[in-house]
DNA sequence: GAGATTACTTGACATCCTCAACGATCGAGG
DNA sequence: CCTCGATCGTTGAGGATGTCAAGTAATCTC
């Protein structure tokens, strides 16, 4: 644990913490945005396409997205519009709605998680333990949901 | 430092703590959101008022909160019919108009931090060591814009 | 003093968001 | 098998947010 450097001050409280995270947020959700609206996408567009890396139920993007399934619906309509998603209904469940990401709208997350990568360039300047820590820590301020299932999990 | 359990994996490639800060990102916000939803206000009134811990010009707050002016002209008209907020036109320029907490501003504020920090428990579980460091790592995934003036970060 | 720039506001329009209601579908229980 | 309650997605009303363009008042520069 290369933790040798002197202290400069006390160790933050969790209130200092907090505001840290408030602002690590913001400025996440802001490079995300950039790179979103550079491929003519809102915010929550980019990160619905973000979260269907797999196909999913609306249902449960409204769960990921902590919204209403009417605003779903109105999302999923303007991402169909423009041929990024596609729905379909599930086999097992006719009430279901399946959305899935159309080779274009794939081609599109790849390319902006490529440059979201590009755009967190601290995260290059993290050695393997650093990357670990953070790991740990980040899971301890915000546990996983008892792991249900997916591997693309709330954005 | 506890934490005798065994390492499960590898260090996480930066595109896996990508992922994973996006995860965060969105708990953090499901989080403040709830607490904002339970004072009436939306997430972005919830924004506005918790940068305004000090008062600062309307062009400031749309720079922070990276949107248009006439957008934060609607926030502030809207906490403003609320009595959260006030108008001031400032002595040095009168274009600028300063924007500042009422009383009652300052008060939901308050309880809007209490209750973020209590939902954000896992944080109390941190100790001072792994307090520091998350504080350093964050700070080198997201640095501070080269420290311009105000305590009151975007959020 | 004139023209350029800045700060905020207004307004049009698109998007997001909640809530309520609805029709289609499913599952449990009798 | 039938009924009823629950679930899913959609529609629609109305409010909030967000961008862009244009306007007015104030300030700055030459």
């Keep these: 644990m290369t933790q040798s450097a002197p202290r400069p001050a006390a160790a ?20 995300f945005a950039t790179v979103a609206a550079e491929r003519g996408l809102t915010l929550m567009q980019g990160k619905m396409l973000s979260l ?10 409204a769960d990921l997205l902590a919204c209403d399934a009417s605003n779903v619906t109105g999302i999923v ?11 379909e209904v599930a086999a097992a ?19 902006i998680r490529a440059e979201l990568i590009s755009g967190l360039a601290g995260l290059d300047q993290l050695d393997a333990e650093d990357r670990s820590a953070l790991r740990r820590l980040l899971g301890q301020v915000f546990p996983e949901p008892a792991a249900t299932t997916t591997a693309a999990a709330a954005r």
């Design 77 to 87: 309509d303007r991402l169909e519009a423009r041929g990024l998603v596609r729905r």
């Design 12 to 31: 933050p409280t969790p209130v200092e913490l907090m505001d840290q995270l408030a602002r690590a947020a913001a400025a996440y959700y802001r490079c």
């Design 93 to 111: 469940d006719r009430r279901v709605k399946n959305v899935l990401l159309t080779e274009q709208g794939e081609q599109t997350v790849r390319l």
């Design 52 to 61: 269907l890396r797999t196909p999913m139920p609306m249902r449960t993007l």
